[in-house]
């Protein structure tokens, strides 16, 4: 019988998925990696499927886990539910997909942790709940500004739904939950053509093209490295006594986009342009900041990588795919 603690991760052949899922076999669990594929790739997870202690389950988690899986499934200690496409490009396009994910997707998982005892469940939620912010920075405790008709509705209002689903988890049954709201993350595994800032931005770079820069680059994002999300997620799901706390998980360096894309341009050395690229979506946030300070009370967790050696580490990446 395996003794290892063992972890179940949806959306684990995504970018977060497959860097969380590293850590954990480097940290001696029993990994399933369950994704149906629709934006993460099994490029991600190929050194993976060469450790014993993982298991790619293809499945799209609007259906419950299949019943031959279940009975053979040992009691998972940990069950991070991270199924949801995250980039604004691929959620628009998938954006009922992205809706049922959250809806559905969560609740088949949130019935599947409260089947076990012992398990705790994580939601993967977003800075995205937070709309186009009216407070800066962001803190818990803000209800936010979403647009519930407009083209990024798809994504925050159905985590934010996630987010009630998963209270109601503790508040009918018990169930062990915890949620970060992540902020905006890159590092590697990030998809090429995933159309988010970073990887647009640097393979732009690698490749001579212009910068796109939607709108005049004046809006502002705070980018954090994946392994110091990482620590955040796995910190959040080992602590006691703190079932249904929410906590915000990013960097607070804040940087227009504009910022962003010269600081790419003077790491790869690239002589492309910047330019503007149409409007920005109407609901695209302004500014974004996370405000860290429940992070560090209650977790000890504040990340360390800065941005100039994450966006080299990514450029690596990017340079060798
Ligand atoms: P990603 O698109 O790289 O990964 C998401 C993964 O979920 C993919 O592998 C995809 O195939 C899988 N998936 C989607 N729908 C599924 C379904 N129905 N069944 C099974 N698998 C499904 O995105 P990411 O950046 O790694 O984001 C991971 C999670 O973190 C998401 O929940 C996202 O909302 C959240 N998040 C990410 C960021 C960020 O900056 N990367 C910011 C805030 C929140
Ligand atoms: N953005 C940009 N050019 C690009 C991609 C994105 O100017 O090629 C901007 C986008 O309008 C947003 C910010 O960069 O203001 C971050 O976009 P991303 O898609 O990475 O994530 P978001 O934080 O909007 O979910």
Known sequence: MNTLPISIVTGGAGFIGSNLCSELLRRGHFVYCVDNLITGSEKN?????LNP????????????????FKKKLNP??????????????????????????NSVGTYN????????????FLLASTSEVYGNPEVHPQKENYNGNVNPLGTRACYDESKRFAESLTMEFLRKKNTAVRIVRIFNTYGPNMEKSDGRVVSNFINQALSGQSLTLYGD???????????DLVEGIIKMIQKD??????????NPNEMKVREIAEIILKLTKSNSQIIKSGEKDADDPKRRKPDISKAKKILGWEPHVSVEEGLLKTIEYFKNI
């Open 241 to 250: 006594n703190i079932n249904g706390e929410v906590i915000n998980l990013g």
């Open 53 to 68: 202690n993982f298991a790619f389950l293809k499945h799209d988690v609007i259906n419950p886990l299949p019943d031959s």
């Open 217 to 227: 680059g004046s809006q502002t994002r705070s980018l954090c490295y994946v392994s």
């Open 109 to 120: 998982m949130l019935n599947l942790a409260s089947d076990y005892l012992y398990s705790r």
């Open 76 to 101: 998972p200690l940990f069950i991070f539910h991270l199924a949801s496409p995250a980039s604004p490009p691929k959620y628009k396009k998938w954006s009922i997909e992205t809706m049922r994910v």
């Open 45 to 49: 997870i190929k050194p993976l499927l």
